[in-house]
Structures are given as structure tokens and as C-alpha cells.
């Protein structure tokens, strides 16, 4: 399709009129040559495409009428129809205006300054003005004069201004709305665009509706509804769009930006906007405008229309072939959500993967679908390299979540050396009760007590989870998987042949965070005697291990003198109560916490979830786990019942442990 702007008008030459004889006829300027309307992938959270402005900027100006409105007032008839014929081979949409007889001749004297005036010098007409009124302070310039001087600097200004600043160009209206010409079409976008950047879009929706009332040419009208959809709400621009002409025939005089307008419905979709539903005409003609045309983001918009939709079998092909025409890594984004969706999982980690560098939603997307498996209670086999794989790109992103998929895995799989200094990782990245209580279990697995006891100390009064382990019967919790034979019993697809070496055991090995950057595995602390309990916990945190891009820099001697260290206080052996926080395990026995910073000993609730927040997202999604729909990821395993069959009634794969 043409572009919408192959059909404006002709813009008028630069502003350089005299008032002595009007410029000769110039030929009408070439149409612009098609250019596909363009479609740009955003980074924001919230929608993967908005429209890009249309391009306006082909001509130099608007229909200058100066010259006319001049000789229309100084009753020249045979100067105004030459100007008049002048314009119409220019503009063949331009109609003279209707106030030509009433203009009232300027006085003689004023020549000189219309000179200035449609020479476009006015600075000097200003500085003109001025030096006549020291003279005779009672004179004012004619009312036409005045007029057309406000309206000529109030568009250069704004012009100026046009894209850099919006806020002057809405200041510079307020102040004095009159000085916007009607008729200047190219003035009244330019204002517009900025009421709709500055929030104010029932402003600029009657500055649009405007030029559609007031304005008889085709391009520029297309053009205005291009600008509406661009700066404005779709809902506001539907009713831009409700107000075009229809023939005879019923076509609406839109139809040549007919896939614009799709596209903008297309989009208002994606944001969650209201607007028109695309009708199945108008989406035929746009997907297949998308299959002829060589950009891949129409055909990834098309992708990320059928993917919310939920129509993912239709999203997977318009994915596929925005990725085979050059599509960006947004578009790979949305072809590993689909995939996920699909259920094909391996190939969904295999394209986050493969662009985890260039959109870190590629990269947390590939962290959270291994992470899935990993966290299951009776973990499936999975190949080494590609745990390698995951674990380097965990270390070199610092993600919590992924060293806690490791750490589980780990543990269930019986490798609790490797688990721990997993855990240990995954505590300083994601201090949550989950990632600490898997972290004192392993600790407590390897009867590492003074260990065990310092993290129960530390967390006491925040994580109840923790503390209960202090008072369980059985120290090492239900038995795991790898521990008894029906981890040897258990059916596992069979590996490569290249791989049959590593997988002698049911389980992938884990490699040690540390391996990689050389460091040797800790040595095992000396055990707590009885009598040393409660232990006094240092204030100092020992889990911080800064993600592997911020180690260069914190390796960096830092000068002495630059920073003072904070004065050392006693902490508490009994830690004090913060909000949320339930009852302690303990408390049963008589022995209740501390008073809370607030002065209360009792549980209190937490204050409201903020909307929009990561919080209210894990909030919501700890509602939906404990419906029952599904078990949580650290959930006990499913005991075995008199039959030999889990006790899983929800039908759902069993979760790691805890």
C-alpha cells in the first residue's frame, strides 16, 4: 500500500514573497516515493510495539496566503486571482478563503512593513514597529498586521521548538491560543503533538478535529488521522477516524491508510487500550501485506497479536518467520513464550538461550524454564553440559532463582556438598524463607551444626520455616529419592552414546559455583557444644556474593580514609519481631521473641501489597499454588501410600523438597 503521505500535499515553497508582483508559477513537487509504514518494538514493560509518527516533514511549510490576503485588502483584483490561480496549480486541494471581500486596505504607510513582513524578516519588522511608536506613541500597526505577525512568530517558535521540547511548545499555546492559525495546518500538528506528549489529549483531539473540519485535502487529512493514531489514545482517534467522508459507493476516504489503522487497533490490543476490534477483512489484508513484505516486525506484531490471543499454533508461525526475516530479540522473546506455551520447553530454553545477551528477558525467560525442572522432588536426568551451561549463566547473572533450581537439584539428587555452596549463593541473592530453609537443611543434612545454628539464630523472628527445623523429630527430614533403590529402579530416557559415560548415576552432576572462577572449597568449622547455645551471630552478613560482572570492581583496592566504618554493637540473641512474621516454633514453650520496633509482641500482618509491584506478582502467585491447583516447588514429596502410588490427587508432576 502507498504510504498515507504519498497522497498529501505538495508543501509550498519557502516563505519568500514580495509585495510588488507575486513569484512566478513553479512546478508542483514530485509525490514522495513509498516507504513502509514502520513498526517499532519498545522496551517497556508493558506492550512489545507502538507507532512511529508519520512523516510529515516532505515540504517546507503550509499554503502561504500573505501575498493574497494583501492584495485583497489593498482591492489589487487582477494581482489577487494571478495569486489565486498561483495557488490552486500548487495546492490543488487549497480553496481561497471566504473572507477575502471584507479585508480592509492597510494604510499606505504600512507598505514597507509588509515588505519586511513577507520577506519573513521579523526581527527588523519588530525593531520597525518600535522606532515608529518613539515617534508617535499612539499609532499601532493595523489589526491585519498585528494579526499575521503574532501567527508568523508564534509558528517559527513552535516550529523551533517542534520534538525537542513539547512542554515550551504547551506554554507557548496557553499563554495565547489566538496566536495559532486555523488554516496553518503544519502549526496546529505541531501544537497538537505537543498537548498529546504533554498528557493533554482532549486538547489535542479538538486541535485534530480542526483541521478535519476546517481542511478539504486529502493528504492532509490522512496525514492528521496518522498523527492522531500516533500521539493519541486509539479510542480518541476512533472517533477522528468515525468523522471521514464516505462516497457514494460507501468507501471511506481512509481507506488509502487502511493498514494503518489495523495496525494502530493491532497495537491499542497489545497496550490493553480500547478501540475497534480488527474486522477479519481488514486483519486479511494486513497479514498478508505482512507475508509480501521483507520487515519482520510486522510480521512479529502479527506473532504477538495471535500470542495474546492465546492462538499460539498461529503465533509460532508469524514468530518463526519474523526470526527468518531478521527479527530482533524481542521477536525471539515472544517465539520462546510461545514455544513454553506449546509445551515444547527444550526448544523454548534453546532460542532464550541463544539471545540471553541481547534482551535480559531472554535471559531471565532461560533461567526460569530449567529452573522448573531442576526444582522437582524426584529431579529427571539431565545432561551435565547443559547444567554447566545453566550454571555459568547463573554465576555471570547473579540470579537467586536459578541458584536455588541448582541448589535443590542438587540436594534431591544427594550431592549436598554441591548443594550447599549453591545454597549459600542463592541466600545472598535471594534471601527468601525457602532459599534460607533449604540452605539450614543442608546444613543440617551435613551435620554441620554450629553452621546450622548461627543461620537459625539469624533469621529467628523473620522465618518460623527456619526455626521449626531446631524442634523436628527427624533432623534430616522425609528420605530422599537417591537415597533408596528406587533411584536405581526408576525409568530414565537413555542418553547419547557419548554421555552414557557421564550418566552412570540417575542424576546430572552439578558443578560447584566457585569452579569456575578457581577457588577452593571451604573448610568445615569446628561443631557447637551444647553449652554455647544461643549463639551470639556477627552483625556482619558473610553470604554476599556480588554478581561475577560487579567482582572486577569490587576487587579494586579502595584508599584508606575514604570511608569510616560503622561503630560495632552488640546484636541480640534473640532476634526482634518484624511485620509478617508468624509465631515462632519456640513460643509454644513460653519463651516469646523481643517487642518489635513498634512495640508490639504479637504477629502482625503486612501492610497492603503496592499495586504493580514484583511483590503483588508473588503474592498472587503463592494464592493461585495454595489453591490447589498445583503443588508448590518446595513442597514435601508426596509420601507413598498402601498401594505404592503417591498420594498426589491434583494430578500435577511431584516439587522439590522442602
Excluded at 539431565?382 to 537467586?400: C, D, F, L, M, N
Excluded at 572449597?521 to 556482619?540: I, K, T
Excluded at 514435601?636 to 505404592?644: F, K
Aim: with cysteine; net charge neutral.
Amino acid at each position: 500500500m502507498p504510504h498515507a503521505l504519498s497522497r498529501a500535499l505538495p508543501w509550498a515553497l519557502p516563505l519568500v514573497l514580495g509585495v510588488a508582483a507575486p513569484l512566478a508559477a513553479q512546478p508542483a513537487p514530485a509525490a514522495p516515493p513509498e516507504a513502509v509504514p514502520r513498526v517499532v518494538y519498545g522496551d517497556g514493560v508493558r506492550a512489545p510495539a507502538i507507532i512511529v509518527d508519520p512523516d510529515t516533514s516532505g515540504g517546507s511549510g503550509m499554503v502561504d496566503e500573505s501575498a493574497l490576503r494583501y492584495y485583497a485588502s489593498q482591492k489589487q483584483t487582477e494581482r489577487m486571482k494571478a495569486e489565486i490561480a498561483r495557488l490552486k496549480r500548487l495546492y490543488p486541494g487549497w480553496t481561497e478563503p471566504p473572507d477575502l471581500d471584507s479585508l480592509q486596505p492597510s494604510p499606505p504607510e504600512e507598505a514597507p512593513l509588509w515588505d519586511l513582513f513577507t520577506a519573513g524578516r521579523f526581527e527588523d519588522l519588530r525593531a520597525a514597529i518600535a522606532a515608529r511608536r518613539s515617534i508617535e506613541p499612539a499609532w499601532q500597526p493595523s489589526e491585519e498586521l498585528a494579526r499575521k505577525l503574532r501567527q508568523a512568530e508564534f509558528r517559527n517558535r513552535a516550529k523551533t521548538e517542534a520534538g525537542k521540547r513539547p512542554e515550551e511548545i504547551v506554554a507557548l499555546y496557553r499563554a495565547e491560543p489566538s496566536a495559532l492559525d486555523p488554516g496553518d495546518v503544519e502549526s496546529v500538528w505541531i501544537v497538537a503533538d505537543a498537548l498529546a506528549s504533554a498528557g493533554a489529549g482532549e486538547d489535542a483531539f479538538l486541535l485534530y478535529k480542526a483541521v478535519l473540519d476546517g481542511s478539504n485535502d486529502a493528504g492532509a487529512r490522512l496525514a492528521t488521522i496518522q498523527k492522531a493514531m500516533a500521539h493519541l489514545r486509539m479510542d480518541l482517534a476512533e472517533r477522528l477516524i468515525a468523522l471521514g467522508r464516505v462516497d457514494a459507493a460507501g468507501n471511506s476516504e481512509f481507506n488509502p491508510i487502511r493498514l494503518d489503522i489495523t495496525r494502530a487497533r493491532i497495537a491499542a490490543f497489545l497496550h490493553d487500550d480500547p478501540a475497534q476490534t480488527p474486522s477479519v477483512p481488514d486483519l486479511a489484508a494486513f497479514q498478508a501485506y505482512a507475508r509480501k513484505s521483507n520487515d519482520p516486525s510486522q510480521t512479529g506484531l502479527l506473532g504477538w497479536y495471535a500470542y495474546k490471543r492465546k492462538q499460539f499454533r498461529e503465533a509460532l508461525e508469524w514468530f518463526k518467520l519474523a526470526i527468518a526475516r531478521g527479527g530482533d530479540a524481542m521477536v525471539a522473546h515472544g517465539l520462546a513464550h510461545t514455544l513454553r506455551e506449546l509445551d515444547m520447553l527444550r526448544e523454548a530454553e534453546e532460542v532464550a538461550y541463544a539471545w540471553r545477551d541481547r534482551f535480559v528477558g531472554n535471559e531471565i525467560l532461560f533461567i526460569d524454564i530449567l529452573e522448573r525442572k531442576l526444582t522437582q522432588a524426584n529431579p529427571p536426568y539431565i545432561e551435565p553440559a547443559r547444567i554447566e551451561r545453566y550454571a555459568k549463566v547463573v554465576v555471570e547473572s547473579g540470579s537467586g532463582e536459578g541458584a536455588q533450581g541448582l541448589a535443590w537439584y542438587a540436594y534431591n539428587s544427594c550431592q549436598f556438598d554441591t548443594a550447599l555452596e549453591w545454597f549459600r549463593r542463592a541466600t545472598a541473592w535471594l534471601p527468601g524463607e525457602s532459599t534460607v530453609f533449604g540452605y539450614a537443611l543442608t546444613l543440617q543434612r551435613l551435620k554441620r551444626q554450629r553452621p546450622f545454628l548461627e543461620v537459625v539464630n539469624r533469621y529467628d523472628g523473620l522465618f518460623p520455616k527456619v526455626v521449626d527445623l531446631v524442634f523436628r523429630e527427624d533432623p534430616d527430614g522425609p528420605p530422599l529419592p537417591c537415597l533408596g533403590p528406587a533411584a536405581q529402579a526408576a525409568p530414565r530416557p537413555a542418553p547419547p552414546p557419548a554421555q552414557r559415560a557421564e550418566a552412570a548415576t540417575p542424576y546430572g552432576r552439578v558443578p560447584r559455583p566457585d569452579a569456575a572462577l578457581g577457588r577452593k572449597a571451604e573448610d568445615r568449622p569446628a561443631a557447637v557444644q551444647r553449652n554455647e547455645f544461643p549463639l551470639a551471630v556477627p552483625s556482619e552478613n558473610a553470604l554476599r556474593y556480588p554478581p561475577l560482572s560487579l567482582q572486577r570492581a569490587l576487587a579494586e583496592p579502595v584508599p584508606a580514609g575514604l570511608y569510616a566504618k560503622d561503630p560495632v554493637s552488640p546484636m541480640p540473641l534473640v532476634a526482634r519481631r518484624v511485620p509478617g512474621a508468624g509465631t515462632m516454633p519456640y513460643e509454644r514453650y513460653g519463651y516469646a521473641l523481643l517487642p518489635g520496633y513498634n512495640g508490639l509482641d504479637k504477629p502482625a500482618s503486612l501492610s497492603p501489597v503496592a499495586a504493580g509491584t514484583l511483590w503483588q506478582e508473588q503474592q498472587a502467585e503463592q494464592a493461585r499454588t495454595s489453591s490447589g491447583t498445583r503443588l508448590d516447588r518446595f513442597s514435601v514429596p508426596p509420601q507413598p501410600s498402601a498401594s505404592g502410588e503417591a498420594s498426589d490427587r491434583t494430578g500435577a508432576p511431584p516439587r522439590g523438597y522442602p
